[in-house]
């Protein structure tokens, strides 16, 4: 069965520390890996990640496809109260990239 | 396990046909939300509903409307389809949000709409 598992399940850390969320996938015919950031409503897209081993950088957030390991990361770095949320991963897979599997999230509190 | 079904995978239809998207959700979820997820885009609201009959405008709700008649199921309705519909449309549901919370939202498997 497809599936995405996303750890941990949730996080408590201080203001400054470094976080790394893992995502593992095991899927059909993998397309691509998105990261999202999930506040109030609408998840808010990170990255998109297709090739191994590129790293994505924007800011102080990072991440990395390692589709060997069949997992990426997502770092966060000097982080932020406003970092605070659940970051969720999800891969497209299938033959026409039809198929969105969803992980359950990392739920992420930066308390000052 | 949450389970978010949506009606069809894949779906091609004619500029100005009617298009329902059915979604359903087996946890008794409150709300519940349509995006659409377009290359480049990322995933963008279009309607979301936190209760029976209850709906409300997302970012992008123009040429879309919603249907919530029974808690389990959220309709996304395309009046008269157009080719920019063309895109992968995800259901997702969540529990209703506690003041100042937020819950992980489920998502259903999307349903990838060709409009020619």
């Known amino acids: 069965e497809d599936k995405v598992v996303q750890s941990p399940l949730s996080l408590v850390v201080h203001e400054g520390d470094t976080v790394t969320l893992n995502c593992s996938y095991e899927v059909t015919n993998f397309r691509s890996l998105l990261w999202y950031k999930q506040e109030k409503k609408a998840p808010t897209f990170l990255f998109m990640l297709?090739?191994?081993?590129i790293e994505k950088k924007s800011g102080r957030l990072s991440s990395i496809l390692d589709k060997k390991e069949l997992s990426s990361i997502l770092n966060i770095t000097a982080t932020q109260t406003g970092d605070s949320a659940i970051y969720l991963c999800?891969?497209?897979?299938?033959?026409?990239?039809?198929?969105?599997?969803f992980g359950t999230g990392t739920s992420l509190t930066v308390i000052p | 396990d949450v389970k978010v079904t949506q009606s069809s995978r894949y779906l091609v239809k004619r500029t100005g046909e009617k298009v329902f998207l059915e979604c359903v959700q087996d946890m008794d979820h409150e709300n519940m939300f349509w995006y659409r997820q377009d290359p480049g885009l990322g995933l963008r609201l279009i309607y979301f509903?936190?209760?029976?009959?209850?709906?409300e405008k997302g970012d992008i709700p123009e040429g879309y409307s919603v249907s919530r008649e029974k808690k389990e199921r959220f309709s996304l309705i395309l009046e008269s389809a157009s080719t920019n519909q063309t895109s992968m449309y995800l259901c997702?549901?969540?529990?209703?949000?506690?003041?100042?919370?937020?819950?992980?939202?489920?998502f259903g498997p999307g349903t990838r709409l060709t409009v020619l």
């Open positions: 297709t090739s191994s081993g």
């Open positions: 999800a891969v497209e897979a299938g033959d026409t990239g039809n198929q969105f599997y």
């Open positions: 997702a549901s969540s529990k209703y949000w506690a003041s100042g919370g937020r819950d992980t939202q489920y």
């Open positions: 509903s936190y209760d029976v009959k209850m709906k």
